[in-house]
């Protein structure tokens, strides 16, 4: 069975730090990322990254967060700096499960950006 775990989210103030850390369990995975949802707003790419740690990052985001996985321990992180209010939402890990491509999520993860 696979599961996909987060955790790190919490409160912090504006340009402040924050490492999201998922640990996937039950299969090996190709590309695994992170995704993000505000209230009334669309879910929204974050940062991806593949096997071979080729990553890809969202414009709005680039220079602030990077995105690393250790595929022996089957987890991806996310880590946050300079952080913004605009920032605050819910984080989901997502994992592409290696040749079936089934793509699996997480339960989400809040981050508020608030003084």
């Known amino acids: 069975q696979v599961q996909l775990v987060e955790s790190g989210g919490g409160l912090v103030q504006p340009g402040g730090s924050l490492r999201l850390s998922c640990a996937a369990s039950?299969?090996?995975?190709?590309?695994m990322g992170w995704h993000r949802q505000a209230p009334g707003k669309q879910r929204e790419l974050v940062a991806t990254?593949?096997?071979?740690?080729?990553?890809t990052i969202a414009d709005g985001v680039k220079g602030r967060f990077t995105i690393s996985r250790d595929n022996a321990k089957n987890t991806v992180y996310l880590q946050m700096n300079s952080l913004k209010p605009e920032d605050t939402a819910v984080y989901y890990c997502?994992?592409?499960?290696?040749?079936?491509?089934?793509?699996?999520w997480g339960q989400g993860t809040q981050v508020t950006v608030s003084s």
């Open positions: 039950g299969s090996i995975f190709s590309d």
């Open positions: 990254v593949t096997r071979g740690s080729w990553t």
């Open positions: 997502n994992a592409r499960r290696l040749g079936v491509g089934t793509e699996y």
